[in-house]
C-alpha cells in the first residue's frame, strides 16, 4: 500500500492552498483517511480525518479546513491559512490495524 501526497507550497496568510493524496495497492478501500501536520519543533498531530463517513477536525482548523475523500484518495482544503498551519503535511490511510502514511508535503504560510 502506498500514499502519494501533493499540493503543499509557499502561500500567504488568508490564502487558500488544495492538498491530494492518492492511495495504491492491493486492496478495495480505506477504513479511514486523513490529514496529519509536523510543525518545526513540535509533535505529529492530527488535523482532520474522515472514517466511515464520519469527518472531525482539529479545534485549530475548524471552519477553515474541508476534508474530502474517496475509497482510495483523499483532500484537503486549506482556506484562511495563518502562519501557524505552517509544517509538513501528512494523509494517512488506515487499514485496520494498520495505518500508512504518505511521503509528506511542505506547507508554508508566510508573507
Known amino acids: 500500500v502506498q500514499l502519494q501526497a501533493s499540493g503543499g507550497g509557499l502561500v500567504q496568510p488568508g490564502g487558500s492552498l488544495r492538498l491530494s493524496c492518492v492511495g495504491s495497492?492491493?486492496?478495495?478501500?480505506?477504513?479511514?483517511m486523513g490529514w496529519y501536520r509536523q510543525a518545526p519543533g513540535k509533535e505529529r498531530e492530527l488535523v482532520a480525518i474522515?472514517?466511515?463517513?464520519s469527518v472531525n477536525y482539529a479545534d485549530s482548523v475548524k471552519g477553515r479546513f474541508t476534508i474530502s475523500r474517496d475509497k482510495t484518495t483523499t483532500s484537503l482544503q486549506m482556506n484562511s491559512l495563518k502562519p501557524e498551519d505552517t509544517g509538513v503535511y501528512y494523509c494517512n490511510g488506515r487499514l485496520e490495524p494498520f495505518d500508512y502514511w504518505g511521503q509528506g508535503t511542505l506547507v508554508t504560510v508566510s508573507s
Open positions: 474522515n472514517s466511515g463517513g
Open positions: 495497492g492491493r486492496f478495495f478501500e480505506f477504513d479511514a
